[in-house]
């Protein structure tokens, strides 16, 4: 993916990038905007897509839906939660750091992956929706049998990227509270992605 940095719309990007953090107050810190990067994209099983980072301090790390375990689970990953326990028994996370799944091969990425404080989707149209879609394809063509979790019409949009005679697509509402009612809840996203996971032979993910 480094070849994507030499390109005019991420030279673009990284210029907006540059001010903005001189200027105003942008999540993540710096230093863990591409957090969701230290899972090895050649390890990669599951892929589960958010829209940006959490716009409150103290909370984005740079990982889809994961606060810093000193952090109060905020209330998407509350509804995620709820949802594991209702498909599968019990989630295993115990705070609402999701660095677990990461270790485990999950990628957590979001569409957009900085953010003004306060100002939720405040980065989209900037470049990083192209940054993540070569992502998506990158992850499309070179790895077998992935598992897509896309929650949210930003997620769902990259659905059309992914050949669906290798990988599962799985789509749902977003796990916010503003939407989790229309269709997150009782999704089964969880046991449906283990499922393909042991079709193909592949461990499971401890959720």
Known sequence: MKSEFDKPYFKELAEFLHEAYET???????????????????EVKVVILGQDPYHTPGAAE???????????VPPSLVNIYKEIDSDIGRHANPSGSLRNWQKQGVLLLNTVLTVEAHRP???????????????????????PHLVFMLWGRDARNKAELIDTSKHLI????????LS??????????FSKCNN????????????
């Open 196 to 207: 393909f996971l042991r079709e193909n032979g592949l461990e499971e993910i401890i959720w």
């Open 24 to 42: 105003k107050t942008i999540f993540p810190p710096k230093q863990l905007v591409f957090s969701a990067f230290t899972t090895d994209l050649n």
């Open 170 to 177: 799985l789509e749902s509402p977003h796990p916010s509270p």
């Open 180 to 189: 989790a009612h229309y269709g997150f809840f009782g999704n089964h996203h």
């Open 121 to 143: 989707k405040s980065h989209s149209g900037k470049g990083w929706e192209i940054f993540t879609t070569e992502v998506i394809k990158y992850l499309d063509e070179e790895r």
């Open 62 to 72: 740079g990982l889809a839906f994961s606060v810093p375990a000193s952090q109060p």
